[in-house]
T-cell receptor
């Protein structure tokens, strides 16, 4: 079974600064997909960014980018120019190539605080 | 239009009661899921349905039963509610079971058992 570990229960960053959230995972599979989801106080789960394991290039979405290190099984999220609206819980998630029948395996989340 | 909608958003009920949470998606997706988020915010999959067939059933009590009348709906029925069932329950859907397809989540149902 796959596991996802987020070692930072809480992170704090000044507005406009850059912050990196850590995620490591354990799997014996070679093909899989990784995601970062954001959960603001509204409770809605929102996809931030996704990465295919077969792609060497790191995914980017505007101010959000990842550092994907397949050999190290690491998948960190970098948020540049942090904004107040970025304050939320951030979940790293893993999905097998074999099928979403297993759904997403989530880490325990990192609570991101943005200091004005 | 809301892509994945759950009702109700909040549910307060007494121990021993039976309750249902409804979920509907208008995305034409083939796969739907139920996740449970506990008080520590940990999310764990409970069930998934692909084309109306249950294809995974995690180790959840058999008091929980998913019911899918059609591809667009996956309801969660809970019998004999216990205090430990208090949590936020999320419905989600994805176009296909695998790959990098995004899972779209409903807004969650906060269940409180008293």
């Amino acid at each position: 079974a796959q596991t996802v570990t987020q070692s930072q229960p809480e992170m704090s960053v000044q507005e406009a600064e850059t912050v990196t959230l850590s995620c490591t995972y354990d799997t014996s599979e070679s093909d899989y997909y990784l995601f970062w989801y954001k959960q603001p106080p509204s409770r809605q789960m929102i996809l931030v960014i996704r990465q295919e394991a077969y792609k060497q290039q790191n995914a980017t979405e505007n101010r959000f980018s990842v550092n994907f290190q397949k050999a190290a099984k690491s998948f960190s999220l970098k948020i540049s120019d942090s904004q107040l609206g970025d304050a939320a819980m951030y979940f790293c998630a893993y999905r097998s190539e074999g099928g979403g029948a297993d759904g997403l395996t989530f880490g325990k989340g990192t609570h991101l605080i943005i200091q004005p | 239009d809301t892509a994945v909608s759950q009702t109700p958003k909040y549910l307060v009920t007494q121990m021993g009661n039976d309750k249902s949470i409804k979920c509907e998606q208008n995305l034409g997706h083939d796969t739907m899921y139920w996740y449970k988020q506990d008080s520590k915010k940990f999310l764990k999959i409970m069930f998934s349905y692909n084309n109306k067939e249950l294809i995974i059933n995690e180790t959840v009590p058999n008091r929980f039963s998913p019911k899918s009348p059609d591809k667009a709906h996956l309801n969660l029925h809970i019998n004999s509610l216990e205090l430990g069932d208090s949590a936020v329950y999320f419905c989600a859907s994805s176009l296909i079971p695998g790959g990098n397809t995004e899972a779209f989540f409903g807004q969650g149902t906060r269940l409180t058992v008293v």
